[in-house]
C-alpha cells in the first residue's frame, strides 16, 4: 500500500512567522507534489519536484519555497506566514508514467495563521 | 490553459437511490480525467480514471464516469448509494502531454447520503 505521511497534522502559526511542512513518502516515487486546499477553490499545485535537490513552481507558488533533500521527503515553507496562508495543504506522489498517474495523498496539515 | 468546473457545491441523495455527479472540462486536446473522493479527515483517494479507449470507465465501490468529448464531460455515476458514501468528491484533469502529473481540479460536491 502506498504510504504518504506528513506532519503535522495541524498548526497553528503568528503571522510573520516561519512555517514548515513535512511530508515522507515510502512509495519509492520520483514525482512529489504540494497541494493547497480552500472552500470554493479546490486545490491547486503550489510546488511540485521530480527529483531530489530539484523543485518546480506550480500555479500558485508566491509566499512559499519548497525543499527535496531527498526522494522521500519534500518540505513546504513559509518564511513570513500570512492570514491568507490559512488552509489544509496535501502532499503526494507519484510515479514518473506521464499524465495519467495516479496521485497518492497524505491525510493533510491544516494549518490556521492567526 | 485548462479548467474543471463542478458545477453543483451540495448533492444531498436518500440510501439506496442513484447519484450523478457533473464534471465539463475546458483543454484544447483530450486530457486524462480523474475522480478523486475525500472522506472526513482524510486525504484524496482514486476512484477511477480515463486516459483512452472505451468511455465508459469502472472505478472502485461500484463507481463508473462516462466520458463525452463532444460534450466536455466526464460524469461520475452511482447506481445505489451507501450512507459510507458521503464524503467530496474532485474531478480533474492531467493534460495529455505533461510529464509528471500536475493535476487541475474542480471546487468538488460534497455528497451526503440521508439515512
Known amino acids: 500500500e502506498a504510504a504518504v505521511t506528513q506532519s503535522p497534522r495541524s498548526k497553528v502559526a503568528v503571522t510573520g512567522g516561519k512555517v514548515t511542512l513535512s511530508c515522507h513518502q515510502t512509495?519509492?516515487?520520483?514525482?512529489m507534489y504540494w497541494y493547497r486546499q480552500d472552500t470554493g477553490h479546490g486545490l491547486r499545485l503550489i510546488h511540485y519536484?521530480?527529483?531530489?535537490?530539484?523543485?518546480e513552481k506550480g500555479d500558485i507558488p508566491d509566499g512559499y519555497k519548497a525543499s527535496r533533500p531527498s526522494q522521500e521527503n519534500f518540505s513546504l515553507i513559509l518564511e513570513l506566514a500570512s492570514l491568507s496562508q490559512t488552509a489544509v495543504y496535501f502532499c503526494?506522489?507519484?510515479?514518473?508514467?506521464?499524465?495519467?498517474?495516479?496521485?497518492?495523498f497524505g491525510a493533510g496539515t491544516r494549518l490556521s495563521v492567526l | 490553459a485548462q479548467s474543471v468546473t463542478q458545477p453543483d457545491a451540495r448533492v444531498t441523495v436518500s440510501e439506496g437511490a442513484s447519484l450523478q455527479l457533473r464534471c465539463k472540462y475546458s483543454?484544447?486536446?483530450?486530457?486524462?480525467l480523474f475522480w478523486y473522493v475525500q472522506y472526513p479527515r482524510q486525504g484524496l483517494q482514486l476512484l477511477l480514471k480515463?486516459?483512452?479507449?472505451?468511455?465508459v470507465v469502472q472505478g472502485v465501490n461500484s463507481f463508473e464516469a462516462e466520458f463525452s468529448k463532444s460534450n466536455s464531460s466526464f460524469h461520475l455515476q452511482k447506481a445505489s448509494v451507501h450512507w459510507s458514501d458521503s464524503a467530496v468528491y474532485f474531478c480533474a484533469l492531467s493534460p495529455s502531454n505533461s510529464a509528471g502529473n500536475k493535476l487541475t481540479f474542480g471546487i468538488g460536491t460534497r455528497v451526503l447520503v440521508r439515512p
Open positions: 519536484s521530480y527529483v531530489a535537490d530539484s523543485t
Open positions: 483543454y484544447s486536446a483530450t486530457p486524462y
Open positions: 480515463y486516459y483512452s479507449g472505451d468511455p
Open positions: 512509495n519509492n516515487h520520483d514525482y
Open positions: 503526494a506522489s507519484s510515479d514518473d508514467r506521464g499524465g495519467q498517474n495516479t496521485l497518492y
